[in-house]
């Protein structure tokens, strides 16, 4: 098993930057392809992004593909998410995911693992 914990969320201005980090423990993270999805109040879980178990391939929603960036340091345990330009519609509960299985043009809508999540709000 692998436990995940989510930092970095916070409050920002409409076009401010964050960056949250997924930091694992337990198993080995080079395992696993780690995902990160969001929750809105009121509104379904969806995905965002993932990366592969090397860190070589990422896959974004379309909303965030030239906005965001995933990265990861299998050396450090940590997956990074990179938010720029952020408006109120990223404003959610973001988590991360932890799941043995990556698919390069799709994602994987039952991970295994999944993190307690952290408050990202952008005011309108």
């Known amino acids: 098993q692998v ?19 997924c930091v694992a423990s337990g198993d080995t993270f080079r395992n696993y392809a780690i995902s990160w999805f969001r929750q809105a109040s009121g509104n379904e ?9 090397s860190g070589k391939n990422t896959y974004y929603t379309d909303s965030v593909k030239d906005r965001f960036t995933m990265s990861r340091d299998n050396a450090k345990q ?7 330009n952020l408006g109120p519609e990223d ?3 973001y988590y ?13 809508r039952d991970p ?10 952008v005011p309108a």
């Not at 879980?45 to 178990?53: H, K, L, P, Q």
Request: hydrophobic share 40%; aromatic share 12%; proline share 0%.
């Open 3 to 21: 436990q995940l914990k989510e930092t970095g969320g916070g409050l920002v201005q409409a076009g401010g930057s964050l960056r949250l980090s």
């Open 45 to 53: 879980r969806e995905f965002v992004a993932a990366i592969s178990w």
């Open 78 to 84: 940590t997956a990074t998410l990179q938010m720029t």
């Open 91 to 93: 404003t959610a509960v």
């Open 96 to 108: 991360c995911a932890a799941d043995h299985r990556f698919y390069g043009h799709s994602y994987v």
């Open 112 to 121: 295994a693992y999944w993190g307690q999540g952290t408050q990202v709000t």
